[in-house]
């Protein structure tokens, strides 16, 4: 019988533990270093809501570099084509909604691995006027730490 209440008990006690915290909207655990990559992501997220390419220029790496997922070297670029590429984006599209579904933060070293699900619309001009489109993807930030500046910032995926 003893053994038999001690086991309910234990029962009882782990129904009772706290769940496992996850940052507010996501379910990602929360801690200070997930808090922290996913506000650098949150920061990136807004200025592409604004357009603001200068916010976002900042917010990459010296040592940036897109391959855009083709097998092609023509379309890559670095850090010197970043800001020609994000203002040739921002000159076609108004109204931006851009969200994000955080899916997988990962840490390896100096380095941040961020997996989200991607909504977007925006509306651009075309030879028909004016056109709402959509957009959904998956995509993964690469992130570094600059100790010099102390924030995370952007190596691929912008």
Known sequence: MRARSAW??????????????????????????NRAIVGAVERYRIAVEKGDVAALARMASPNYWEDSGT??????????GLEKVLEGRFQKASAIRYSLRYQRVRRQEQRAFVEVLVDASYT???????????????????????????????????
């Not at 309910?8 to 270093?33: F, Y």
């Not at 070297?73 to 850090?79: H, I, Q, S, T, V």
């Not at 056109?131 to 570094?144: G, M, P, S, T, Y």
């Open 8 to 33: 309910m008990a234990l029962v009882l006690l782990a129904g009772c533990a706290a769940p496992a915290r996850n940052i507010i909207g996501t379910k990602l655990p929360d801690s200070p270093e």
């Open 71 to 80: 097998p092609s070297a023509a379309d890559d670029y670095g850090f010197a």
């Open 124 to 158: 651009v001009d075309s030879h028909r006027g004016e056109e709402r489109r959509d957009k959904r993807d998956q995509n993964e930030f690469v992130l570094e730490w600059d100790e010099t500046t102390r924030m995370w910032r952007f190596l691929s995926g912008m």
